[in-house]
């Protein structure tokens, strides 16, 4: 069964702070391995893929990585819009083709980011 | 222009109750879903649909069924309602492109609380 565990789970940052999120996963054969953010009273938004260990993903002051056996999350010099919860999430390869959208999410970090 | 749409936000019922919650989407996706948040804030997956076909049914209890009218509508009925299933049910659908099966894209997510 396919495991992620987030940590960790709430970190306090204030602005300008750079830090990291980990997300540690077991999956028998990955098919990739997603980063999404969720505000409070929303759904989760997708902010990024990485397939394969190695690869590097950025966006704004988010920086996501990918070994074998887990991902980083980095927040460079964040600011209090960057407040939210970030769940890591792993899409693994099933036979039959039947992973269509069938992600196992970690239970999130809650990141608070002062001004 | 709402990408993802569910119906209602919130739904506050008696034990043993029928309720429904109906989801739309507007992006041209094939492949809809429902997962369940938990109070501890874990997704899990209940059901997949893709182009109107069940794909995927993670174990979940036969009082819940999916039906999909179209491939843009994919709405959820739950049967004798439970205490246990209190949660956040949440929409999504997600391209059908290889490698792009996993960047889901969530409705804002039905709050129901079982009395």
């Known amino acids: 069964e396919d495991q992620v565990t987030q940590s960790p789970e709430a970190l306090r940052l204030q602005e300008g702070e750079s830090s990291s999120l980990n997300c540690s996963y077991t999956v028998s054969g990955l098919r990739g391995l997603f980063w999404y953010r969720q505000d409070p009273g929303k759904g989760p938004e997708f902010l990024f893929t990485?397939?394969?260990a190695g690869e590097e993903k950025e966006k704004e002051r988010l920086k996501a990585t990918l070994t074998k056996k887990e991902s980083f999350l980095h927040i460079t010099a964040p600011k209090p819009e960057d407040s939210a919860t970030y769940l890591c999430?792993?899409?693994?390869?099933?036979?039959?083709?039947?992973?269509?959208?069938?992600?196992?999410f970690g239970q999130g970090t809650i990141l608070t980011v002062h001004p | 222009d709402t990408a993802v749409s569910q119906t209602p936000k919130y739904l506050v019922t008696q034990m043993g109750n029928d309720k429904s919650i109906k989801c739309e989407q507007n992006?041209?996706?094939?492949?809809m879903y429902w997962y369940k948040q938990d109070s501890k804030k874990f997704l899990k997956i209940m059901f997949s649909y893709n182009n109107k076909e069940l794909i995927i049914n993670e174990t979940v209890p036969n009082r819940f069924s999916p039906k999909s009218p179209d491939k843009a509508h994919l709405n959820l009925h739950i049967n004798s309602l439970e205490l246990g299933d209190s949660a956040v049910y949440f929409c999504?659908?997600?391209?059908?492109?290889?490698?792009?099966?996993?960047?889901?894209?969530f409705g804002e997510g039905s709050r129901l609380t079982v009395l």
């Open positions: 990485l397939y394969s």
């Open positions: 999430a792993v899409q693994g390869i099933y036979a039959g083709g039947t992973s269509y959208g069938k992600l196992t």
């Open positions: 999504a659908s997600s391209p059908r492109f290889r490698g792009r099966t996993g960047e889901l894209f």
């Open positions: 992006l041209g996706h094939d492949t």
